[in-house]
């Protein structure tokens, strides 16, 4: 993204998009008050400027009636799926290498803030600075980002976790949720939030996304990962425009084809499965719904022979191209 605007990824509002319609709040009619559409979020290119993502939170809080209600999404949310936060749990094992990472991943989703992390003996800071003044108080896009933050840094540190040892700075204290009150919280400028803590917890092992017992391990449904689910929507966006490589699929999610790899592992699957499963379920849906030729769905999936499609097609559905639409009609 240039540098001469400031611009945000949209798909990092796909979170309170969910918490709104799980309140049974309409998040398309959310979005439609500042502009935006479903499909523009989908699309893993949307950026927009970053006055729209404040406008946009400071209309999910007036939709539920609830000021704290970004922070609460914030406080809670599956990171997983996160561009800067996916490299930084592959690879980080202290929360220091964590937010390490995160910084420096940051920017590539975010023209509109500086990222830090900073170490003054003692005490760390972890926060952002906006390299723009914001026209409105962006008093809900802090309560978001400021939860997310703090959240990172109590999960990983665990035992050692101790609020009154934290202190947070944002433009207005009141938009916190209600689990916070136990930290001290100070008001400041609309330039950025930060969070400060004792840089000795910078040492602590990282274990974040580790499951709590082996019986919870074992519970994990993969249909169940917001990661996964976004990645196979992008992937059944993507393979219809004459197939897909595992290093496409792994920039649809902003990650080197080996991350990608070693995060889907987690989940039981692989980027080739994941490919094939996309190409499979289009070709389905085609040969139900459309009247068009083997041949020609072959190509829109990136076969330049279609016996190898309808090989791959008799493996993976049982029964050839043919005889499933006889089937399925």
């Not at 979170?15 to 709040?25: G, Q, T, Y």
């Not at 523009?40 to 400027?49: G, L, R």
């Not at 016996?307 to 791959?312: G, L, Q, V």
């Amino acid at each position: 993204m240039p540098d001469s605007l400031p611009l945000v990824q949209l798909q990092l509002i796909v979170p309170l998009l969910k918490a709104l319609k799980a309140r049974d709040i309409d998040p398309g009619a959310v979005l439609e008050s500042v502009g935006l559409t479903r499909s523009a979020v989908d699309n893993p290119e949307s950026s927009v400027h970053v006055m729209v993502i404040h406008q946009f939170l400071q209309k999910c809080a007036e939709a539920t009636n609830d000021k704290t209600f970004c922070s609460e999404v914030g406080a809670g949310l599956d990171t997983t799926g996160w561009p800067m936060i996916q490299k930084a749990m592959s690879e980080a094992k202290t929360l220091g290498e964590f937010l390490t990472i995160y910084v420096m991943q940051s920017s590539q989703v975010a023209s509109s803030v500086t990222s830090f992390l900073n170490i003054q003996g003692v005490r760390a800071e972890f926060g952002e600075h906006r390299k723009f003044k914001p026209l409105i108080v962006p008093a809900q896009n802090d309560g978001f980002m400021i939860s997310l933050k703090l959240s990172l840094i109590e999960r990983a540190v665990g035992p050692v976790w101790d609020p009154s040892q934290v202190i947070l700075t944002l433009s207005d204290p009141g938009v916190l949720s209600k689990n916070m009150s136990r930290i001290k919280a100070l008001k400041g400028d609309d330039m950025g939030s930060k969070v400060q803590f004792p840089s000795a917890w910078l040492n602590a092992p990282l274990s974040i996304f580790a499951p709590q017992d082996e019986k919870t391990s074992s519970e994990i449904k993969v249909a169940d990962s917001d990661f996964l689910s976004g990645f196979r929507a992008l992937l059944r966006q993507q393979v219809p425009n004459g197939g897909i490589s595992v290093n496409d699929a792994a920039n649809l999610v902003h990650l080197n084809a080996r991350t990608l790899s070693r995060l889907l592992a987690k989940f039981g699957t692989t980027t080739a499965k994941e490919i094939l499963a996309a190409k499979m379920e289009y070709a389905q849906e085609a040969l139900k719904t459309s009247d068009q030729k083997t041949e020609e769905i072959a190509l829109d999936l990136g076969y330049s022979d279609p016996s190898n499609f309808s090989r791959a097609f008799v493996k993976y559905v049982g029964t050839s191209p043919s005889r499933y639409r006889t089937l399925k009609r």
